[in-house]
């Protein structure tokens, strides 16, 4: 498999898995959302809205945009669950984006990520692992949070094998997506 494949395919499983989350999370009320719980951000919304910021961040890396600590400084809290999903969505389909026009050049093209006191350079394909290593880490946590509510936490580690297409085609589906364009030829 080359990583390009391999990438794409990683891009769609955070997405549907942020999907599953956020549909369980619809069913929370307000003050759920918001309610204090043990984890390293002390709530659902400080999770997830942290996941959120630094997506946005590292998204706004690889596109090359401009002003990405202005902007991660700025970024508003998503008010409700509703919010956050309808966001994160949208992030999420943007990393789909990128994943699905990368190459091997653009997997070794160099991201500069502008911090407090100096430029940090990697090059896509690390920038990639770690926002979806930091993605599924909290991500596991808001899971885990979520086991304290009323809600069940959604199962989320169905999405990185073809031969599991059955656990979820609802979230293919759901999402408009269609699973050989996701895995591939063969798939």
């Given at each position: 498999?080359?990583?390009?494949?391999?990438?794409?395919?990683?891009?769609?499983?955070?997405?549907?898995?942020?999907?599953?989350?956020?549909?369980?999370?619809?069913?929370?009320?307000?003050?759920?959302?918001?309610?204090?719980?043990?984890?390293?951000?002390?709530?659902?919304?400080?999770?997830?809205?942290?996941?959120?910021?630094?997506?946005?961040?590292?998204?706004?890396?690889?596109?090359?945009?401009?002003?990405?600590?202005?902007?991660?400084?700025?970024?508003?809290?998503?008010?409700?669950?509703?919010?956050?999903?309808?966001?994160?969505?949208?992030?999420?389909?943007?990393?789909?984006?990128?994943?699905?026009?990368?190459?091997?050049?653009?997997?070794?093209?160099?991201?500069?990520m502008p911090r407090s006191d100096h430029v940090q350079h990697d090059r896509a394909g690390h920038v990639l692992a770690?926002?979806?290593?930091?993605?599924?880490?909290?991500?596991?946590?808001?899971?885990?949070?979520?086991?304290?509510?009323?809600?069940?936490?959604?199962?989320?580690?169905?999405?990185?094998?073809?031969?599991?297409?059955?656990?979820?085609?609802?979230?293919i589906q759901a999402l408009g997506w269609d699973e050989a364009a996701v895995y591939g030829p063969g798939a």
């Open positions: 498999m080359d990583l390009s494949l391999y990438l794409r395919i990683q891009a769609h499983a955070n997405a549907l898995s942020n999907h599953r989350l956020g549909r369980a999370l619809l069913q929370l009320d307000a003050a759920a959302w918001q309610a204090p719980r043990t984890s390293f951000f002390p709530s659902l919304a400080q999770t997830l809205n942290h996941i959120l910021a630094v997506d946005l961040y590292y998204i706004g890396a690889l596109y090359r945009e401009p002003r990405l600590r202005e902007c991660y400084a700025a970024f508003q809290p998503c008010a409700s669950a509703a919010e956050w999903l309808r966001r994160q969505r949208e992030s999420d389909l943007r990393l789909v984006a990128f994943c699905a026009a990368l190459d091997a050049a653009a997997i070794d093209a160099w991201v500069e770690h926002l979806f290593n930091h993605q599924t880490h909290h991500r596991g946590q808001a899971h885990a949070m979520m086991a304290g509510t009323s809600v069940a936490p959604p199962q989320l580690d169905e999405f990185m094998m073809p031969s599991e297409a059955h656990l979820r085609r609802a979230d």
